[in-house]
């Protein structure tokens, strides 16, 4: 087994590390990370970007959003999470089956005597409380196998920047499932850290073999990068490979009245807007919705555009700021 242990916290380098193993590694080895993550929210690659987080919330803390190869749901990350990749054969005429990966961490968490459970799909439980949620990318014979557990994480921050408001985003993609989460640290010895759950995990994924340690060298971190830029830095995968959604919002304006929005969002691009309400308006608001499709659903974005269309003029009394909120998230 050969090992690695990511030095960098960048969400978009560590995703793309890990696609530069699965991809162009020697495929006749087993290797397994160990891997940490700056405050961020990887979202599985079936889901849609805009109803997994509190947008105003993520938006206000420079939370990155960032897409993964896998599926399953979005997680939340900062450096009180330990993050585990497994890459090695897969016989894909089995299907998934995360239970053998997730063994990992119940055997390193028996060292310390805690008792986990490998729960429903993909879940890692003690005393019925999530610790761990994991997923897997299979391709040509082989799997990625990953697992983010929550160590010392923020469980704050997570609950604020893992709640859309689901009253008014439908998404046709994968929503994630609620769970009753805990931090594994309240579960260990007390001082036990990161870096003293990371030896043990190693030792429970060499299970008792020898394993190399590889340091990526600068023509390979250069590699890295260019899958980092090429892909992971892009807008366009983040965001715009989300499935389609709707957006419905009503909101009183004072000054402005009642204003009722609809927004069709389709490969990250506004597809179709409706606007309705008992607000005046010197211009037809019809004018206005149609201006509006094919630009990105993204706030700044769509602000921008408002700014050059004076909404004011179909909508009297709003602002393009406003507008854009009830448009997107």
Known sequence: MIYLDSASVDPRFNLALEQYVFDEMDRSQTYFMLWQNAPSIIIGKNQSAAAEIDSDFVRSRGIPVVRRLSGGGAVYHDLGNLNFTFITDHDETAGIDLVPFCRIVTDALMTYGVEAQVSGRNDITVDGRKISGNAQYVREGRVMHHGCILFDTDLTVLGRALRPDRAKIRSKGIDSVASRVANLSEFLPEGTDVADFKKRM????????????????????????????????????????????????????????????????????????????????????????????????????????????????????????????????
């Not at 990068?225 to 983040?238: H, P």
């Not at 597809?271 to 308006?281: H, L, M, Q, R």
């Not at 009394?317 to 406003?322: D, H, K, M």
């Open 202 to 329: 190693l030792l429970a994924a060499a299970r008792g073999g020898d394993f190399t340690m590889h340091e990526l060298s600068p023509k390979e971190i250069r590699r890295i990068e260019e899958i980092k830029t090429g892909r992971y830095d892009l807008w366009e995968w983040n965001y715009g490979r989300s499935p389609a959604y709707e957006i419905e919002k009503t909101e009183y304006i004072p000054g402005c009245g009642t204003v009722r929005v609809g927004c069709g969002v389709k490969e990250g691009l506004i597809a179709e807007v409706s606007i309705t309400g008992d607000f005046f308006g010197a211009r037809d608001v019809s004018e206005l919705c149609a201006a509006l499709p094919g630009i990105r659903a993204e706030r700044e974005e769509v602000t921008r555009r408002l700014v050059e269309l004076s909404p004011g003029e179909f909508i009297a009394g709003i602002a393009a700021e406003q507008l854009a909120g009830l448009l997107v998230p």
